[in-house]
């Protein structure tokens, strides 16, 4: 059981340049997340997904997109990667519980995974 | 807006000296508060959710408890290997998905 796991650990990008970021989780957990992580920021949720083949905005979803064809995985890409997208990117995912009043619901603690550190010169 | 504020920033104990962490929190309703632990270089390890006032839970020298405005997490007897970020975040009524994360409280603690 790997839990959340994401590729690549380490990424240097150029201005202008593209990639994606690989989330997957073995927990088969409905919900699946995006932060970033910057000094005296915080995390901050980028997108999130409820469920195979959805995704929403978070905080601050501008100039990424995300998609979850799988439920076991979840990608975050940059489509023309800034200087201000340098920072480090965490995925997590969370079970999704049926609630006292009946309705899914995810009241249970997110799982996070080890990171990505992306610079873009 | 929903508000999550740590205090201190940074805490340097002596080992075996005890202290507390706060996380004071505005929201419009909450649903939970975590404390996660985040040791540099690797994602935040979840410690703990408390869902109501009053309620406390203990995991080895590691005690949180909640009020209506603001948790605390104590340290009791603190060993060198507890140092490590520590993290509070909310999860609000009405919003079923979404963490509001605090910026942390940094704790070092020195042999």
């Known amino acids: 059981n790997a839990g959340v796991t994401q590729t690549p650990k380490f990424r240097v990008l150029k201005t202008g340049q593209s990639m994606t970021l690989l989330c997957a989780q073995d927990?088969?957990?409905?919900?699946m997340y995006w932060y970033r992580q910057d000094p005296g920021m915080g995390l901050r949720l980028i997108h999130y997904s409820v469920g195979e083949g959805t995704t929403a905005k978070g905080e601050v979803p501008d100039g990424y997109n995300v998609s979850r064809l799988k439920k076991q995985n979840f990608l975050l890409g940059l489509e023309s990667a800034a200087p201000s997208q340098t920072s480090v990117y965490f995925c997590?995912?969370?079970?999704?519980?049926?609630?006292?009043?009946?309705?899914?619901?995810?009241?249970?603690?997110?799982?996070f995974g080890p990171g990505t550190r992306l610079t873009v010169l | 807006e929903d508000q999550v504020t740590q205090s201190p920033e940074a805490l340097r104990l002596q080992e075996g000296e005890s202290s507390s962490l706060n996380c004071s929190y505005t929201v419009s309703g909450l649903r939970g508060l975590f404390w996660y632990r985040q040791d540099p270089g690797k994602g935040p390890e979840f410690l703990f959710t408390?869902?109501?006032a009053g309620e406390e839970k203990e995991k080895e020298r590691l005690k949180a408890t909640l009020t209506k405005k603001e948790s605390f997490l104590h340290i009791t007897a603190p060993k060198p290997e507890d140092s490590a970020t520590y993290l509070c975040?909310?999860?609000?009524?009405?919003?079923?998905?979404?963490?509001?994360f605090g910026k942390g409280t940094l704790l070092t603690v020195n042999p």
């Open positions: 408390l869902y109501s």
């Open positions: 975040a909310v999860q609000v009524t009405g919003s079923n998905y979404k963490l509001t």
């Open positions: 927990m088969n957990h409905e919900y």
């Open positions: 997590a995912s969370s079970y999704s519980g049926v609630g006292t009043s009946g309705r899914i619901t995810s009241y249970n603690e997110q799982f």
